[in-house]
């Protein structure tokens, strides 16, 4: 028997149980039919454990997350008006995201935004500027910038209520993940779009300081500049000229997010948080409480968060593209979630649990090639 993966599950929120319930089924389909073992341990995480454990990302996660060989998490967070019966600190994006960012240093984060040919007729662009469908790796900076920097409040000395937080990053946080966008770049077609904003910041000029530098070490690799306003602009009117993208972590976000809406939907977004030693897997989206506990969310982002494990923690490349294979046949079936439906009418809806017994069909029949 092969050594056994052991991986932490967190569910998470709202519609996060719902669509990791799809996913672990991954990992049952994989050990009946391969000599896989893998071992899921389920933790509390996000507003779920707040409200069981007092802490959003409690010490008994923590725990296991430090001993597994690689972490799956759902979407967490709440509505507005619930989130607000949480103290701030302990609101699940602040109370565990991040903790659970910085506890792995998990600072590159893989975000593919890929349309196959045949998924093309989901996206909102029109069929000139898909082409042959989307295929683009956006890699954000994960734990630094915005999101991590100090944070005050007071009354300044004109007597007014104030806000300040801080854009930090060290030479060493900008150029590992530079150099994991070069990485990707070379391994790629060799072209490496970096998105800054050098007109105004100050902390994008030391950032193309720092890619300069690290380009000396990756002279065959052809960078092209972008400021992050025109990328914008640019992801909708030609997607076609991006090859891999590197940002710091708020442009990252919401540039992301973006990708999603060129898609068709955010449920196509799946994603890897990388550290020195450990990953997460997590879709790039939200827990979508409007949605949660009616069966109808996408489980694709979920499933391809797993998809990602197999290939980047585990080395299961044939396993990998099984998955991401039996996902695309089933949409090229003509399946599809309801967040899907409505930009072409003629797909079959189907549930969450519908999809995903599509998918872990598709992917026993995959195996049995
Ligand atoms: C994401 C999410 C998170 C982020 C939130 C939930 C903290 O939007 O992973 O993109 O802003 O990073
Ligand atoms: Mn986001």
């Known amino acids: 028997m092969s050594n056994t993966q052991r991986i932490a599950i967190l569910p998470g929120d709202a519609i996060g149980p719902e669509i990791m319930a799809q996913a672990v089924r991954v990992f049952e389909v994989l050990s009946e039919h391969r000599d896989l073992c893998f071992e899921l341990i389920e933790a509390p995480f996000g507003a779920a454990a707040y ?198 972590n708020m442009f990252g976000d919401i540039l992301s997010d973006q990708g999603g809406g060129i898609l068709g939907s955010l449920g196509l977004m799946p994603s890897a948080c990388l550290g020195p030693d450990k990953a997460y897997y997590e879709p790039s989206h939200g827990s979508a409480p409007d949605i949660a506990g009616q069966n109808i969310a996408n489980p694709y982002s979920m499933i391809g968060s797993v998809a990602m494990m197999l290939e980047m923690s585990f080395g299961m490349v044939d396993e990998s593209k099984a998955v991401w294979n039996a996902m695309k046949s089933v949409f090229e079936a003509g399946y599809t979630t309801a967040d899907l439906a409505s930009v072409n009418s003629e797909t079959d809806v189907v549930t969450t649990d519908v999809f995903g017994d599509k998918v872990m069909a598709a992917i026993t029949s995959e195996l049995k090639r």
């Not at 093309?120 to 915005?146: M, N, Q």
């Not at 991590?148 to 104030?162: S, V």
């Open 51 to 248: 409200f069981e454990h007092g802490h959003a990302f409690p010490e008994e996660t923590k725990t296991i997350c430090d001993s597994v060989d690689a972490i799956l998490k759902g979407p967490v967070g709440l509505s507005h008006e619930d989130s607000a019966k949480i103290p701030v600190e302990e609101q699940p994006e602040r109370g565990a995201i991040l903790p659970l960012r910085a506890r792995y240093d998990t600072f590159a984060n893989f975000r593919p935004i890929t349309l196959s040919r045949d998924m093309a007729h989901f996206s909102p662009l029109k069929s000139e500027i898909i082409g042959d469908g989307i295929d683009i790796l956006l890699i954000r900076e994960l734990v630094g910038g915005l999101y991590f920097g100090e944070k005050q409040r007071g009354i300044n000395n004109d007597g007014k209520r104030f806000v300040r937080e801080s854009l930090d990053y060290d030479e060493e946080l900008v150029r590992r993940v530079l150099v994991v966008g070069f990485e990707q770049a070379r391994a790629r077609k060799g072209v490496l779009h970096n998105i800054h904003k050098s007109n105004v910041l100050m902390s994008s000029v030391f950032w193309n300081e720092i890619l300069d530098e690290v380009h000396a070490d990756y002279a065959e690799v052809e960078v092209k500049h972008m400021l992050v306003d025109a990328a914008a602009t640019a992801l909708c009117l030609n997607p076609g000229q991006f090859d891999v993208m590197v940002m710091e």
